[in-house]
């Protein structure tokens, strides 16, 4: 192998070197990240040889590892191969691709969908599809990065467009923002349906009524939402009792419906316009068969087993009142991704040791995924926890606490 590790000033290198943070946690036992999972069993997980219940996962309903699911895929396999090849624009559309659109596009109550590769890419490619020089992006202060990314790469393809950011779910500042734009000039509003790192819920009923009044489309991003919440599992709209329903409504695979992908629906001339526009899915390979007749299956399992979303927030409501009698911060979270709010990062680590250390599996999340001084545990939850698995980590997480100065 024939690397250097030496550098000198102006080698492009030297940053590399000089980033010890990474390394000094790692020799402190203090690293969280990139550890690597050997094994399932439910909701349990094999790291390091040892057994740890997950309580950070975002496999919500348990498909990931559905005997139906995995079979779905398996077969998919034999029959179609293990690739597409190529994009969905050029060799890489099957006949799957388009009945799973169809059948996501009935289950979002929407005209048309189209699939991605993956769920951050559906959010680049839609986001920088749609808007254009001279128009405007509205977008939450938390909403997740693959949307700011998407911004970003609307920017970078020209950079005349206006990018407004409002408080986290701050109504009245989103108000504000749109009376003082212009009447005429095209706007997209985006927000996640359930923020990934806090839990709440989008105020989908205000957000609709002021995007009527000021002429503006919403994009709505139902990552954590969809098998979450709403009385079947159907999200933020339903959460609302379909008070109100978003223009776009986008989600990914890779959480309740246990592969990986994403897809964004709408009226068909909207999907159709993004289908020619979107530069991740012109140029990048699409959804392999696996992926694909996993989603089927879980899109089938969601629809007739609605048991699966009451179970998961029924435990998602013990879990918060749980933390919350234990004496922890969990924000403004009404879902089953619940935080566990420290602030301080050094705290926030040796909290999370404690945890990993005593078999409970959550993630970390620091700054800049978080603001800063909102470091946090991100703890979530699937179906298919049992009783005794929360009771664990509640347990667990209260003796943590107290040892990390927390409680
Ligand atoms: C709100 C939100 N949108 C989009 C994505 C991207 O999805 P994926 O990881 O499936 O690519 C995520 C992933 O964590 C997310 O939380």
Same mark, same amino acid.
Do not use: H, L, T, W
């Given at each position: 192998m024939n690397t250097t590790t030496t550098t000198t000033r102006g080698d492009l290198f030297q940053k590399c070197h000089e980033f010890t943070e990474a390394t000094e946690a790692r020799s402190q036992g203090l690293y969280p990240y *990139?550890? /690597? %999972? #050997?094994g399932f069993s439910g909701a349990r997980i094999i790291s390091e040889g040892r057994e740890l219940i997950?309580?950070? @996962?975002?496999?919500y309903l348990g498909l990931s590892l559905d005997p139906r699911v995995r079979e779905a895929a398996i077969d998919a396999v034999k029959v179609? &191969?293990? =690739?597409?090849?190529? @994009?969905r624009f050029m060799n890489g559309t099957l006949k799957l691709h388009e009945e799973l659109e169809q059948r996501l596009a009935a289950f979002v109550g929407k005209p048309a969908a189209l699939c991605f590769t993956t769920g951050y890419q559906t959010n680049l490619g839609a986001i920088s599809a749609l808007v254009g020089r001279g128009e405007h992006i509205i977008t939450d202060k938390l909403n997740h990065a693959s949307i700011m990314d998407g911004i970003f790469m609307a920017l970078g393809m020209t950079r005349q467009i206006q990018v407004h950011r409002y408080k986290h779910n701050n109504i009245e500042q989103l108000e504000q923002i749109l009376q003082s734009l212009p009447a005429d000039e095209p706007k997209l509003l985006v927000t996640d349906g359930? *923020? @990934?790192? #806090?839990g709440d819920i989008a105020r989908l009923p205000q957000m609709r009524e002021l995007a009527d009044r000021y002429g503006v489309r919403i994009y709505l991003d139902e990552a954590h939402a969809i098998g979450v919440i709403g009385a079947t599992g159907r999200g933020t709209v339903e959460h609302h009792d379909g008070a109100a329903m978003a223009d776009l409504v986008m989600c990914t695979f =890779?959480? @309740? $419906? &246990?592969?990986i992908g994403g897809f964004v629906a709408g009226d068909e001339a909207v999907v159709d316009f993004i289908k020619h526009f979107a530069r991740p899915l012109i140029f990048s390979a699409s959804m392999p068969p696996s992926n694909l007749a996993a989603v089927m299956k879980s899109l089938e399992i969601i629809e007739n087993e609605p048991e699966r979303v009451s179970r998961l927030q029924q435990i998602a409501a013990r879990m918060r009142r749980g933390f919350t009698e234990l004496g $922890?911060? %969990? &924000?403004t979270s009404e879902t089953a991704v619940i935080p566990l709010i420290i602030g301080d990062n050094q705290k926030t680590f040796l909290f999370w040791k404690y945890l990993y250390e005593n078999g409970v599996y959550v993630n970390p999340v620091v700054s800049p995924a978080v /603001? /800063?001084?909102?470091?946090l545990i991100r703890t979530s939850y699937m179906a298919i926890h049992e009783d005794s698995d929360l009771d664990r980590v509640l347990e667990v997480s209260a003796a943590g606490g107290k040892a990390a100065g927390i409680l």
């Open positions: *990139f550890r /690597p %999972i #050997e997950m309580a950070g @996962s975002n496999n179609y &191969g293990a =690739s597409c090849s190529g @994009s359930v *923020f @990934s790192m #806090e =890779s959480k @309740s $419906f &246990g592969s $922890f911060d %969990i &924000g /603001p /800063p001084n909102r470091a």
